[in-house]
């Protein structure tokens, strides 16, 4: 293993001379999803209605690594769907040699990396990295072999994670369905059913229940009005200034809930 920096594991001669076709696909930040560090799109442009930016050719294995917000880590690899695509000059090209593509790819999301780039921004309000500060970045370099089998295991532990995702996710969506559930037999009487049969002798019945409603209503009610009386008073004692206060709404017994209960509607809870 020795130390190296990606410039002398890339190929620095990247065709920068714009489209040279009608229509051609061209690679923007907005291409680039920064979860899936995966170029998700493309717009299929004009030449002629080209922007300044559109420039560099990629090549299928290319890693693209935004230069603005590091932070933000927009990087991703050149599929065979976006070969001989164009892309902004906001993106540095890497172009492996000799070197493993994708070990170079995860190596650029690697949180060392990331720190480093942060490191050497330039620029308040648009802070971006150069070129050379990608170029420059020192790492160390495995065997071709060892490349492989860093590789491979990163493939396999970021496969284990997106299972894991699924499962949590499948898991949350099993939680709703069975809150719901729980929330419907609640109300439904199933959760207290054997609490009922258990304590049959010391529950209300529905008579007992309106009884006690209709008492604790009239209490309501007549505080209420006690409070209106002597609110009417201090009212009329300055002088009736503003709007007289409102009588409460007279308590009603037996209204359309309490004969649905009177009939012997059963309590579920």
């Given at each position: 293993m020795v130390r190296t920096i990606i410039k002398d594991v890339s190929d620095t001669s990247i065709d920068k001379s714009g489209p040279k076709i009608s229509q051609f696909n061209y690679i923007d930040i907005k291409s680039v999803d920064r979860d899936k560090k995966a170029i998700t799109g493309a717009s299929v442009i004009s030449s002629d209605a080209a922007p300044s930016r559109a420039k560099q050719h990629l090549k299928k294995g290319d890693i693209i690594v935004s230069m603005t917000r590091p932070n933000l880590n927009a990087v991703a690899m050149v599929t065979a769907e976006f070969d001989c695509a164009i892309a902004s000059t906001g993106f540095h090209i890497i172009r492996p040699k000799n070197i493993e593509s994708k070990f170079i790819y995860y190596l650029v999301q690697s949180r060392d990396f990331i720190d480093a780039m942060c490191e050497k921004t330039q620029g308040a309000l648009y802070p971006a990295v150069r070129p050379r500060d990608i170029e420059s970045y020192e790492f160390w370099l495995p065997t071709s072999k060892g490349q492989q089998e860093i590789v491979t295991k990163i493939e396999e532990l970021f496969s284990e994670l997106d299972s894991g995702i699924a499962s949590l996710k499948t898991a949350q969506e099993q939680l709703k369905i069975y809150r719901q559930a729980?929330?419907?037999?609640?109300?439904?009487?199933?959760?207290?059913?054997?609490?009922?049969?258990?304590?049959?002798?010391?529950?209300?019945?529905?008579?007992?229940?309106?009884?006690?409603?209709?008492?604790?209503?009239?209490?309501?009610?007549?505080?209420?009005?006690?409070?209106?009386?002597?609110?009417?008073?201090?009212?009329?004692?300055?002088?009736?200034?503003?709007?007289?206060?409102?009588?409460?709404?007279?308590?009603?017994?037996?209204g359309e809930a309490d004969n649905k209960l009177a009939s012997g509607l059963e309590i579920p809870y």
């Open positions: 729980l929330l419907k037999h609640a109300f439904e009487g199933k959760l207290t059913e054997q609490w009922r049969k258990d304590n049959a002798d010391q529950l209300e019945t529905p008579e007992q229940l309106l009884a006690r409603i209709q008492t604790e209503r009239e209490t309501r009610y007549q505080q209420q009005l006690k409070e209106w009386k002597q609110a009417v008073k201090d009212w009329e004692a300055k002088g009736k200034d503003g709007k007289k206060p409102t009588k409460p709404k007279v308590f009603e017994k037996n």
